[in-house]
Each structure stands twice: as C-alpha cells, then as structure tokens.
C-alpha cells in the first residue's frame, strides 16, 4: 500500500518533524493534538524549519506553500478516520499511548496502520490495547526528524509482513533509512545510548569530573560530534530517565539503573534545553 494520507497525533517536537518530511515528500498530513495551540505552535515550527531551507536555497517560496498546503491541523482525533496511517507521537507514557491506540481502533477503518513513535516501549503492550494488533507497528523516528536519517521500524509480536513493508517503503519515500529491530526495552538506539547518557551522569555524580570535562572527552577522544551531557539536556532529562526506567524494569539488571543525579535533577524541574537548565543553564 502506498501511504498517500497520513494522520500524525502530538504536534510536539517529534510530531512536528515527522509531519514536515511527510509533507515535503508528497503525502497529505493531518496534524493533531489536544489543543489549538499546540497544534498551531507545531504548524509554525514547521513554517520556520522550511523558511530556513528558502533562505538557504534549498526550497522554492512557491515549493514550501505546496507543503504546507498539505497539513491541515485537527483537535478532533476523529479527523484520522480518512487516513491509511496514523503514526502516534505522543508524550513516552504507556498508559497514554495504549488510550489512543484503543481510541483510533474504533475510529478508523480497520484496514488502517497504527504506528507509534515511542523511543523505548513495548509495541506489543501498545497493540494489545487493539483489536488489530497484526496491523499496529514500531516507527521510530531520531531527533530532529527533519536533518537524522534513521527509522527505527519495530514489529510488535503479531505484526504483519504486508504492514512492515508498507511501513518501510513509507521511511525511504519520507528519505529515511529504516532499520528492523525486534521489540525489547530500548529497541537499539536507546539501549545503547541511553546507558552511556547514565554512565556519563554517575561521573558528575562521583565527582570523577565535570560535565564540561566529560562532553570534552567524548567528543574529542571519541569523535562523538555533541557529549553525552549536552546531548542530555537536548533530549530532556525527563525523557533520559523514562528511558532508563524502562530499561532497568525491562530487563531486571542493575547496569540500567538510573543515576540518583538524573533523578534528582528531573524532581528539581532541571530539564535541560526546555525548562532553561539541565546539566548546563541556556537562555530561554
């Protein structure tokens, strides 16, 4: 099947990017979330990302009203019912994702897909809420949509192979290279990076070194183009330690329990990049 609309639920950072490289390569979005001005402020990210691109010279004026003319902005989930995809970008919350999950089953057709765009939960516990969990899969798309390559594709315990390859071809037309990784905590991506995240946070913690020392060891002695700790507060400290509680439940292994600093610093409201200060003090 080859997606020609999409319904794209949480305008949020991540809902946002994913609506603008659908849009960008041909295929209509409905952009949704529960309130106006939230879908509106996701609108205007994309507005700005694709201005950039005309000043830049990489897109024509006339080129970034097309794309734009493709979103249309809802508050009514009811609005994916016309769609062959939905593609759930919603806050990392279990419970929140399985309520949607159960909400679009009834709404739309039951020939349509439903993705989630969750980082590190089960796609199987996501598609029990379902009375279609053969047609319910793992797209994980990398931060920020727009510039990083790579799809995560998940398949939950039923998923089907025509879903898997529709989901597939939909990550190459978007201009993504999709990956398949089997449903475990973490999938690839955050079992590995995740843990480094933490280990980087126990340094600070230990007194070992400072956060500018550690961001300074790993991107001129390892090559990583940001440190852990910069990349921390980008990701939001909140989400790092989800993360890490989904791993360290997953799994039951003491190597992926969270830094008592990490948990101290989310209860402090220090967030990173989003709140003004994680582990170093932005500008708003």
Known sequence: MDVQQLTVVG?????????????????????????????????????????????????SK?????????????????????????????????????????????ITPPETILASNTSSLPITEIAAATKRPEKVIGMHFMNPVPVMQLVEIIRGLATSDEVYQTTYDLAVKMGKTAVEVKDFPGFVSNRILLPMINEAIWVVYEGIAEPEAVDQVMRLGMNHPMGPLTLADFIGLDTCLSIMEILYEGFGDPKYRPCPLLRKYVRAGWLGRKTGRGFYVYDQ
């Open 11 to 59: 305008a949020g950072q991540m809902g946002s990017g994913i609506a603008q490289v659908a849009a960008v390569s041909g295929i209509n979005v409905v952009l949704h979330d529960i309130k106006e001005e939230y879908a509106k402020r996701g609108y205007l990210t994309i507005e700005r990302n694709l201005s950039r691109q005309v000043e830049k010279g990489r897109l």
């Open 62 to 106: 006339e080129q970034m009203q097309q794309v734009l003319g493709r979103i249309t902005l809802t508050t009514a989930l009811e609005d994916a019912r016309n769609s062959q995809m939905v593609i759930e970008a919603a806050t990392e919350n279990l419970d929140i994702k399985r309520e949607i999950f159960q909400k679009l089953d009834s």
